[in-house]
C-alpha cells in the first residue's frame, strides 16, 4: 500500500474500515499524521476501496517478508499539514482537490477560494450568499 497525504482528507474512513487494524491517525500541533504497519496489514483493499480520493493505493508487491526485528520498520507514514485558514486564520485540514472533483465536477475560481476556508466560514460565507 501506498499513501498520498496530499490527497488524503483525514475522513479515517480507511482507519475504520481496517481489517488488520494496521492503519492510524494521531492529531499533532503540525497536523493529522499518518502510519500504517506493513506487518499488521492483510492486504485486503478495503482501505484504498473506501478512500474517497484515493489517497491509499494498493501497489501489488504482496511478498511483504521480512526479518523478525525490521517488523516496526516496514511503515507508510505521512502527515497531512494543517493550514490557515483565509478567512479567520485558523489552523485546519485542507482540503483536497481529488475531493474538490468529485463533488463539484471540477473546480472554479468560487470553489478554489471555499477550499481555503474552514468550516465555520464557508458557514458564514454561504449564509451571506444566501442573504444577498
Known amino acids: 500500500m501506498r499513501f ?25 500541533d503540525a497536523g493529522l499524521a499518518f502510519t500504517l504497519w506493513h506487518n499488521s496489514c492483510a ?13 491509499l493505493t494498493a501497489t ?5 517478508a ?9 511503515v ?7 493550514v490557515p485558514c483565509s478567512g479567520c486564520g485558523t ?3 485542507p482540503v483536497a ?8 465536477r471540477g473546480i472554479s ?5 471555499l477550499k481555503t476556508l474552514c468550516s465555520e466560514c464557508r458557514q458564514k460565507e454561504s449564509i451571506g450568499g444566501l442573504r444577498r
Not at 474512513?13 to 492529531?27: K, N
Not at 501489488?60 to 511483504?64: S, V
Request: net charge negative; with cysteine; aromatic share 6%.
Open 91 to 93: 489552523a485546519m485540514l
Open 66 to 74: 521480512h526479518r523478525q526485528e525490521d517488523k516496526y520498520r516496514q
Open 4 to 28: 498520498n497525504a496530499s490527497a488524503c482528507v483525514g475522513c479515517r474512513m480507511c482507519e475504520h474500515v481496517c481489517a488488520g487494524g494496521a492503519i492510524r491517525f494521531d492529531e499533532g
Open 76 to 82: 507508510e507514514q505521512g502527515v497531512i499539514p494543517l
Open 60 to 64: 501489488g508487491e504482496w511478498q511483504m
Open 43 to 55: 492486504l485486503c483493499g478495503l482501505c484504498s476501496h473506501y478512500c474517497p480520493t484515493k489517497a
Open 97 to 104: 482537490a481529488e475531493l474538490l472533483k468529485i463533488g463539484y
Open 109 to 113: 475560481r468560487e470553489t478554489d477560494r
